[in-house]
């Protein structure tokens, strides 16, 4: 019998068709399995969903704390260590807050000691500007230790009216009523609390000019004004390098011929290498080189 010969292009989709036939068994597996990973991934989607809608890990956790509390590990005191300048209530608060939500999610009348969440705890106690570090610790069976690191106080800061104590940072670390003022050096204006570091550093050479200091006031937010105990004030250019150069040669003039303590009013240092002074006159006196007024 003679074969009657197929088109090339026939030829050639007969072979594309026999070529897909062959396979879809194994295309069929792969989507059979496929189907079944996603069928997984869905029920183990769903499982999460109603674990955390019934809160199992959470009333697991507060079983097993509570059951550890039945057998002695409860709290039934706590202990505050570094405690100087901070009043201690403002602690007892924030310990007896969380022991109470412990003892009330354990259902008992003292709180289980693994319920306690002293991360929390430590949190709410760096909230405080005393405070600069604290560490809560569990003392078995039935204490907690509670370590504060405070701030020292090192100026008060004056603005808007209002009166603070800051450390050597500008750290605001409470407010202090003017009838209690510490002896402290004072900061005045706004911003004067951030540039607390950059006034000590301007001091931290000059120790005859230190110990003298009364207030500073931070002006324009650029510069300082210097003010002394014997009631000067020096006015400094802007910039810390400049500044720290004109009080430098001050300090300098201050000790080889006393500047302070005679009675000025103003040294203005803001000009590079010129000193304005100003000085203090009675009322009615006259400037020198002025000509008293004729009645």
Do not use: C
């Not at 003392?139 to 509670?146: G, K, S, Y």
């Not at 504060?148 to 100026?155: D, K, L, Q, T, Y």
């Not at 120790?207 to 200091?213: A, E, G, I, M, W």
Request: hydrophobic share 45%; proline share 6%.
């Amino acid at each position: 019998m003679t074969t009657q010969a197929r088109h090339p292009l026939v030829e050639d989709y007969l072979n594309r068709l026999w070529s897909e036939a062959a396979r879809l068994p194994v295309d069929q597996a792969r989507a059979n399995k496929l189907a079944g990973l996603t069928f997984a991934a869905f029920l183990l989607a769903i499982a999460a969903v109603v674990i955390v809608a019934l809160d199992i890990p959470a009333k697991a956790q507060r079983s097993a704390g509570a059951a550890i509390g039945r057998a002695g590990f409860t709290v039934s005191g706590y202990q505050i260590v570094g405690l100087n300048r901070m009043e201690r209530s403002r602690i007892d608060e924030i310990v007896n807050d969380e022991l109470s939500r412990a003892a009330q999610d354990a259902g008992t009348a003292r709180a289980p000691q693994p319920l306690v969440d002293v991360a929390r705890i430590r949190e709410r106690l760096l909230a405080f500007g005393w405070v600069k570090d604290a560490r809560v610790s569990r003392r078995l069976p039935d204490t907690l230790v509670v370590d504060i690191v405070e701030r020292r106080p090192a100026a008060l800061w004056q603005d808007s009216g209002r009166l603070a104590l800051i450390d050597s940072e500008g750290v605001v670390l409470d407010r202090v009523p003017v009838n209690k003022m510490p002896d402290l050096p004072l900061l005045l204006g706004p911003g004067a609390n951030r540039q607390a570091r950059q006034l000590d550093r301007l001091l931290a050479g000059l120790p005859t000019l230190k110990p003298q200091l009364a207030s500073a006031a931070w002006v324009g937010g650029r510069r300082w004004d210097i003010n002394f105990q014997s009631g000067e004030t020096v006015a400094l250019p802007e910039g810390e390098d400049a500044a720290r150069a004109a009080l430098t040669r001050f300090a300098g003039l201050d000790k080889s011929s006393g500047l302070l303590g005679r009675g000025v009013v103003r040294f203005d240092l803001r000009i590079p290498g010129k000193m304005i002074v100003r000085l203090r006159r009675a009322p009615g006196e006259t400037i020198a080189g002025e000509k008293p007024r004729q009645g």
